[in-house]
Antibody, heavy 123, light 108 residues
Framework: QVQLQQWGAGLLKPSETLSLTCAVYGGSFSGYYWSWIRQPPGKGLEWIGE???????NYNPSLKSRVTISVDTSKNQFSLKLSSVTAADTAVYYCARGLLGLRAAYYYYMDVWGKGTTVTVSS | IQLTQSPSSLSASVGDRVTITCRAS??????LAWYQQKPGKAPKLLIYAASTLQSGVPSRFSGSGSGTDFTLTISSLQPEDFATYYCQQLNSYPRGLTFGGGTKVEIK
């Protein structure tokens, strides 16, 4: 059974860089998309970006200038860096496994999620 | 493309039939997924490709729709179903994902 284990610093000061890593256990790393999603306190879900096993990335346009997602296939890990954080970046950050399929139209879903990491930005 | 869920919250009783709607701001060329999230927990996949039930999800959950209008239905609400539900779509260009704002299902 595939599991995602995530970790990273939970308290940052404004202007610092957020750094999180997600490790994939018990399943293949290739053939999937690996995403980061965040959820500010009391609010909804926001997709940050994704990467596949070959390192191809897609980012949320609203965050693209500050986001870097990278992959280490030798360790079955992928990572998120978000630069120049502010209080608005305070959120629970999740990693997730995504699958893309095609029937009459494309479909995409995330079936395995990490438990989440709470990141607080405060001076 | 924006996804608008309605209602944003609802109160219902155990045994009720509940329907949540997700409307896209323009016709989308992909199928929706639906997630359930309980407080302090990660979202859980319920339905993908608009109507395919994820393995292990009770059959009281169902999904339908295409184009701009999609629905998630819970045929008989159970105590463990009180949660927040999100729809999610795939954007083709630029490639990315969008979530609806969520629907909180509370106990009446």
């Amino acid at each position: 059974q595939v599991q995602l284990q995530q970790w990273g610093a939970g308290l940052l000061k404004p202007s610092e860089t957020l750094s999180l890593t997600c490790a994939v256990y018990g399943g293949s790393f290739s053939g999937y998309y690996w995403s980061w999603i965040r959820q500010p306190p009391g609010k909804g879900l926001e997709w940050i970006g994704e990467i596949n096993h070959s390192g191809s990335t897609n980012y949320n346009p609203s965050l693209k200038s500050r986001v870097t997602i990278s992959v280490d296939t030798s360790k079955n890990q992928f990572s998120l860096k978000l630069s120049s954080v502010t209080a608005a970046d305070t959120a629970v950050y999740y990693c997730a496994r995504g699958l893309l399929g095609l029937r009459a139209a494309y479909y995409y879903y995330m079936d395995v999620w990490g438990k989440g990491t709470t990141v607080t930005v405060s001076s | 493309i924006q996804l608008t869920q309605s209602p944003s919250s609802l109160s219902a009783s155990v045994g009720d039939r509940v329907t949540i709607t997700c409307r896209a701001s323009q016709g989308i060329s992909s199928y929706l997924a639906w997630y359930q999230q309980k407080p302090g927990k990660a979202p859980k996949l319920l339905i993908y490709a608009a109507s395919t039930l994820q393995s292990g999800v009770p059959s009281r959950f169902s999904g339908s729709g295409s184009g701009t209008d999609f629905t998630l239905t819970i045929s008989s609400l159970q105590p463990e179903d009180f949660a927040t539900y999100y729809c999610q779509q795939l954007n083709s260009y630029p490639r990315g994902l969008t979530f609806g704002g969520g629907t909180k299902v509370e106990i009446k």
